[in-house]
């Protein structure tokens, strides 16, 4: 029997290279990674004006028993009931700290995703920023010594300043460059507009079973905590918080 040297071949790039091939891992190379530092990037305008240059969702970051953390987004985002979101309510009411420290883990964040060009390298990434660096980015759009940053004839590069407090980043110091500047040439600009990411597609629904049983999985039998918790004690979200900020 002959052997397939190509075959061997792939299956050794693939042994020396273990992430070659993983979809999960492409994917994840769309997202700009921010780093410790000053770092210029452009934020870019969406393609057309019937969307927002963003995409906005809320996430319950949960960890599997395999020890990885997924990213779960909120189905209330779409209008619809969320299972995680039913066990987030019902832990503050056990009174009990570890119930209290699973529902600070699983509570649900808001994220902003929008396309950007990274100076550095050249490449269009997928930016995700939580509220702080969002209310920023905003403040300076609504700022008329800034106005529209994403304009691609006259906008201005935005700096993301990313220094860790203890293993918590801190943006403090970020803010849009001063001098208005073209995102590039009319042919830069054509071919970096083509490269954008399809943002808005991230946000998207969930199986409703396969999000229960996430919701059911952080629920041991002996906790005593029902997951239809009453729906009016999600008005009372400001509570809550409260307590996250104690």
């Not at 229960?212 to 009453?230: H, W, Y």
């Amino acid at each position: 029997m002959a052997i397939d040297l190509n075959a061997l071949r792939a299956k050794h790039e693939q042994l020396n290279n273990p992430q070659a091939g993983n979809s999960n891992s492409d994917f994840l190379k769309k997202f700009y990674q921010i780093p410790e530092g000053s770092n210029a990037v452009r934020i870019l305008p969406w393609k057309d004006e019937e969307r927002e240059f963003y995409a906005e969702t809320k996430i319950h970051r949960v960890t599997g028993p395999d020890g990885n953390v997924k990213n779960h987004h909120c189905r209330k985002v779409h209008g619809e009931n969320c299972p995680i979101c039913d066990v987030y309510y019902a832990l503050w009411k056990t009174g009990r700290k570890e119930d209290e420290d699973l529902a600070r883990q699983i509570k649900p964040r808001a994220r902003y995703y929008m396309n950007i060009l990274d100076r550095e390298s050249g490449d269009v990434k997928i930016l995700s920023v939580g509220v702080i660096l969002f209310k920023k980015i905003i403040g300076a759009m609504l700022d008329e010594d800034f106005g529209d940053i994403t304009d691609t004839a006259e906008g201005h590069d935005f700096k993301i300043v990313k220094e860790m407090d203890g293993q918590w980043p801190k943006y403090d110091q970020s803010q849009p460059r001063p001098k208005a500047s073209p995102l590039g040439s009319n042919s830069e600009i054509a071919s970096i507009m083509e490269s954008v990411h399809e943002i808005h597609d991230l946000v998207k629904l969930e199986d409703y079973e396969e999000f229960k049983q996430v919701a059911d999985s952080l629920i041991s039998p002996t906790q005593g905590v029902s997951r239809n918790a009453p729906e009016a004690e999600e008005t009372s979200d400001n509570d809550y918080l409260s307590k996250l900020q104690s």
